[in-house]
Structure formats: structure tokens, C-alpha cells
């Protein structure tokens, strides 16, 4: 059976366990106090994040114990189901229904999720579920999200795997003085994206170009791949 451990950046494991998978950035909420986290993900870790999987985010949370009490609980906004346009019963918190419990998000596909990301997607599902007006049940796309990331400047790399997935064509733009050749060239998303404050994502051109890693302020997307 596979198993679950969650470990601090700067410390050593907090759980100990046998044949964990490799380690995943995540991060880890008490109340609306944020930690990044190193997360080994099994075939068992805890739930899928609706508003997430229904955009193609293969990310998940787990309950890990007894959280503080607080006025305001992150975790449970971003636990909102499309089906219902808020969190599930059991997601809701404070009050007589007490706080929030320790949990941990990650994704499973060992893309890193941290505090940015959580930004955005956050940000996301208020604008979907919680503006006036738009209150109640939704159906939300991958499309709808990836027309949400190209709007907002401070999206700027992250969820690059889901602005530039496998298969999706490009064109250079703006390049840099060392690269003005590829101005105007297209090319095709390999699938492979670097992630962080310098994000790039792998472009295959013509030859004799080949494979190269641009920044997304460089790319404008010309034909995307079909929506799951």
C-alpha cells in the first residue's frame, strides 16, 4: 500500500515511512497560515481538488490533524465544487462546526505548487463562484482557465504545463537580441516546462533550430491542442 509522508524544507521527515515515492513541492495550511512543503504523493493521498481537476490539474489534499482556530480558512474556498458553486459540507468550517483541519496540497504529477500558484487558482474560483452575479452551480473548462491565466500579467510563469501542454503550436516573439533569428518562427510545445520565478517552456522548431527552452513572454500561442 503506498503511503504519504510530509517533510519540512529546512528539517528532516515528520512521518516516517518505507517506499515513498519521490518528493513533490506542496504546501501545507493551518487555518490561513501557508508553509511550503516537500510531499511524498502515493496512489492514496487524500482528494482531488474539484475546481482543479476540471481544468486538468492533477492536484490534491490530504487531512493531516487538528488545525488552529481562526476567523478565515482558505482551504475551504479552495475546496469548491462546480457542481454545487461552493465547498462541500464537509469542507465547511468555524463556528459550531469547529476549525479547519492541517492539510497539505500537492500535485501528483510532481509539478510544484506553492504559494503562486495558489495565488492564481485562488483568484480563479473567487472570480468564478464568488463575484456577484455569478453565485451557484458553473461548468468550468481547462479553456476557461487557460483564457484566465493569458489575462492576468502576474500569472506570469506559473501553470506554464497548462498554457503550453504537449502538442500545442507556438510562434517566437520579441526574442532577445541573441535570438532575433527565432523571431516569427513556430514551433511545438514538447510537453516539458522549468518552473519558478524563470520559468521556460520547451519549444521544438525547424530545423536547424531544434529544441529550445523560451520564456513564456516570448511565445504566442497559434494553435492550441483540443480541450480534455
Same mark, same amino acid.
Given at each position: 500500500?503506498?503511503?504519504?509522508?510530509?517533510? &519540512?524544507?529546512a528539517?528532516?521527515?515528520k512521518? #516516517?515511512?518505507?517506499? $515513498?515515492?519521490a518528493?513533490?513541492q506542496g504546501l501545507k495550511l493551518?487555518g #490561513?497560515?501557508f508553509?511550503?512543503?516537500?510531499?511524498?504523493?502515493?496512489?492514496?493521498?487524500?482528494e482531488?481538488?474539484?475546481?482543479? %481537476?476540471?481544468?486538468?490539474?492533477? !492536484?490534491?489534499v490530504?487531512?493531516?490533524g487538528?488545525?488552529? %482556530?481562526?476567523?478565515?480558512?482558505?482551504?475551504? *474556498? $479552495? $475546496?469548491?465544487?462546480?457542481?454545487i458553486?461552493?465547498?462541500?459540507? /464537509?469542507? +465547511?468550517?468555524g463556528?459550531m462546526?469547529?476549525p479547519?483541519?492541517v492539510?497539505? @496540497? %500537492? /500535485?501528483?504529477?510532481?509539478?510544484?505548487?506553492?504559494?503562486?500558484?495558489?495565488a492564481?487558482?485562488? %483568484?480563479?474560483i #473567487?472570480? +468564478?463562484?464568488?463575484?456577484e452575479?455569478?453565485?451557484?452551480?458553473r461548468?468550468?473548462?481547462?479553456q476557461? @482557465?487557460?483564457?484566465?491565466?493569458?489575462?492576468?500579467?502576474?500569472?506570469?510563469?506559473?501553470f506554464?504545463?497548462v498554457?503550453?501542454p504537449?502538442?500545442a503550436?507556438? =510562434?517566437?516573439?520579441?526574442m532577445?537580441?541573441?535570438? +532575433?533569428? !527565432? &523571431?516569427?518562427?513556430?514551433g511545438?510545445?514538447?510537453?516539458?516546462?522549468?518552473?519558478?520565478?524563470?520559468?521556460r517552456? $520547451?519549444?521544438?522548431f =525547424?530545423e536547424?533550430?531544434? *529544441?529550445?527552452?523560451?520564456?513564456p513572454?516570448h511565445?504566442?500561442?497559434?494553435?492550441?491542442?483540443? +480541450?480534455?
Amino acid at each position: 500500500k503506498a503511503t504519504v509522508s510530509v517533510l &519540512n524544507w529546512a528539517g528532516g521527515p515528520k512521518q #516516517a515511512h518505507t517506499h $515513498m515515492p519521490a518528493l513533490t513541492q506542496g504546501l501545507k495550511l493551518d487555518g #490561513a497560515t501557508f508553509e511550503h512543503v516537500d510531499v511524498c504523493v502515493g496512489d492514496t493521498f487524500g482528494e482531488a481538488v474539484p475546481v482543479a %481537476a476540471a481544468v486538468g490539474i492533477p !492536484l490534491m489534499v490530504k487531512r493531516l490533524g487538528k488545525g488552529s %482556530a481562526g476567523s478565515h480558512y482558505p482551504a475551504c *474556498r $479552495m $475546496m469548491t465544487s462546480p457542481d454545487i458553486g461552493l465547498a462541500p459540507a /464537509r469542507w +465547511q468550517f468555524g463556528g459550531m462546526l469547529g476549525p479547519c483541519p492541517v492539510v497539505v @496540497f %500537492a /500535485r501528483t504529477d510532481g509539478v510544484p505548487f506553492g504559494t503562486r500558484e495558489w495565488a492564481v487558482l485562488d %483568484a480563479f474560483i #473567487a472570480m +468564478q463562484f464568488d463575484c456577484e452575479g455569478r453565485e451557484g452551480p458553473r461548468h468550468v473548462t481547462r479553456q476557461d @482557465f487557460t483564457d484566465y491565466l493569458e489575462r492576468r500579467d502576474e500569472a506570469g510563469t506559473v501553470f506554464l504545463d497548462v498554457r503550453y501542454p504537449r502538442g500545442a503550436r507556438v =510562434r517566437a516573439i520579441c526574442m532577445d537580441p541573441s535570438e +532575433q533569428y !527565432l &523571431n516569427g518562427e513556430t514551433g511545438v510545445c514538447t510537453g516539458e516546462c522549468t518552473h519558478g520565478w524563470d520559468g521556460r517552456v $520547451m519549444v521544438q522548431f =525547424r530545423e536547424p533550430f531544434g *529544441r529550445r527552452a523560451v520564456r513564456p513572454k516570448h511565445l504566442i500561442t497559434v494553435q492550441p491542442v483540443p +480541450q480534455p
